[in-house]
């Protein structure tokens, strides 16, 4: 006879099962139902739609760096859309010159320098202290943007139409071709980003945020873990500014400003830290929440000119 108290739930029994992709066939399918009803929503959207899919899509991507950086290794970053401008702006600078899927993958890897380097004071400080350290680099790269010439001193840098195959990108398909683009590297990135905690950097990234000193006495060298924690987190924004480069088609300060990083910051929060899942979902209810605030300014017109003969002002 079973016994009633024994423990339920999927246990992994060997390590293919430990290292699989998909833990069950439900999650598999699931998983390729999704990616079917992505690839055929283009059919049924408008471009204004289009537009914000692409937007939600591109700030996952920020989000997920800044889920490495804050969800995984517990290190406060207040200055992720600075990252996400470092891979806009170079691959504003490129664009001229060089094909998209340099110039992105480019601005991924300036962004990855940039965020190895702001992550070094992460050897002294942590807590409040490192986030006054992330907002003082926020602080420089817009000061940096605003005071040189080379990027227009944060005017719009324009970017130029790609063309694909011997194809010049229109006006008419500008958001279709990039929304298939953003949506081949949101899916090789979470795959990666799935699959981070199943190595020995990922496991470390988890010591280091639960606490250090143990994980150094284990031999995980938390300094190094939290350069490297700053530099992928910096990489997956700017692959995010890159596209979103492309997508805007112009690249101006306003996007890459303090307030960008509060909202990254706050989609991560809302969706979940640590969370690939919450990574997407924070994104997609912020985007959508701030779209239809100016409608619910409008309906909370009506309502007050409903009340107006009551007895209190507005």
Same mark, same amino acid.
């Given at each position: 006879?079973?016994?009633?108290?024994?423990?339920?739930?999927?246990?992994?029994?060997?390590?293919?099962?430990?290292?699989? *992709?998909?833990?069950?066939?439900?999650?598999?399918?699931? $998983?390729?139902?999704?990616?079917?009803?992505?690839?055929?929503?283009?059919?049924? =959207?408008? &471009?204004?739609?289009?537009?914000?899919?692409?937007?939600?899509?591109?700030?996952?991507?920020?989000?997920?760096?800044?889920? *490495?950086?804050?969800?995984?290794?517990?290190?406060?970053?207040?200055?992720?859309?600075?990252?996400?401008?470092?891979?806009?702006?170079?691959?504003?600078?490129?664009?001229?010159?060089?094909?998209?899927?340099?110039?992105?993958?480019?601005?991924?890897?300036?962004?990855?320098?940039?965020?190895?380097?702001?992550?070094?004071?992460? =050897?002294?400080?942590?807590?409040?202290?490192?986030?006054?350290?992330?907002?003082? $680099?926020?602080?420089?790269?817009?000061?940096?943007?605003?005071?040189?010439?080379?990027?227009?001193?944060?005017?719009?840098?324009?970017?130029? &139409?790609?063309?694909?195959?011997?194809?010049?990108?229109?006006?008419?398909?500008?958001?279709? $071709?990039?929304? $298939?683009?953003?949506?081949?590297?949101?899916?090789?990135?979470?795959?990666?980003?799935?699959?981070?905690?199943?190595?020995?950097?990922?496991?470390?990234?988890?010591?280091? &945020?639960?606490?250090?000193?143990?994980?150094?006495?284990?031999?995980?060298?938390?300094?190094?873990?939290?350069?490297?924690?700053?530099?992928?987190?910096?990489?997956?924004?700017?692959?995010?500014?890159?596209?979103?480069?492309?997508?805007?088609?112009?690249?101006?300060?306003?996007?890459?400003?303090?307030?960008?990083?509060?909202?990254?910051?706050?989609?991560?929060?809302?969706?979940?830290?640590?969370?690939?899942?919450?990574?997407?979902?924070?994104?997609?209810?912020?985007?959508?929440?701030?779209?239809?605030?100016?409608?619910?300014?409008?309906?909370?017109?009506?309502? &007050?000119?409903?009340?107006?003969?009551?007895?209190?002002?507005?």
């Amino acid at each position: 006879m079973r016994n009633p108290w024994a423990q339920t739930g999927n246990y992994k029994t060997s390590y293919r099962q430990d290292t699989a *992709i998909f833990a069950t066939y439900l999650e598999m399918l699931s $998983f390729w139902a999704l990616i079917a009803v992505l690839l055929a929503l283009p059919f049924f =959207l408008s &471009r204004p739609q289009m537009f914000v899919l692409d937007l939600i899509l591109v700030y996952a991507l920020a989000v997920l760096g800044l889920n *490495i950086t804050t969800g995984y290794a517990g290190l406060i970053n207040i200055g992720q859309a600075a990252f996400v401008g470092v891979g806009a702006y170079t691959a504003a600078l490129l664009a001229p010159s060089l094909p998209f899927w340099l110039t992105v993958p480019i601005g991924g890897l300036a962004a990855a320098v940039a965020g190895g380097i702001v992550g070094i004071p992460s =050897l002294r400080i942590k807590h409040l202290y490192l986030a006054i350290a992330t907002l003082a $680099f926020q602080i420089i790269f817009e000061w940096t943007v605003g005071h040189s010439t080379l990027l227009k001193q944060g005017g719009a840098i324009s970017m130029p &139409r790609v063309e694909f195959l011997g194809y010049r990108v229109g006006y008419k398909n500008h958001y279709y $071709f990039w929304y $298939f683009v953003i949506l081949f590297v949101v899916v090789v990135l979470a795959f990666a980003f799935r699959n981070l905690l199943r190595t020995r950097f990922g496991r470390a990234l988890v010591a280091v &945020r639960d606490n250090d000193r143990a994980a150094d006495a284990m031999g995980m060298h938390p300094g190094l873990t939290k350069i490297f924690a700053f530099a992928l987190g910096g990489f997956f924004a700017g692959i995010a500014g890159g596209l979103y480069a492309y997508l805007s088609r112009a690249v101006v300060i306003e996007d890459y400003m303090l307030p960008v990083s509060i909202k990254f910051l706050a989609m991560a929060i809302v969706g979940g830290l640590g969370s690939l899942v919450g990574s997407f979902l924070g994104p997609a209810f912020l985007v959508l929440l701030d779209l239809n605030m100016e409608d619910l300014a409008n309906w909370w017109r009506l309502v &007050r000119n409903c009340f107006r003969n009551w007895p209190f002002k507005y």
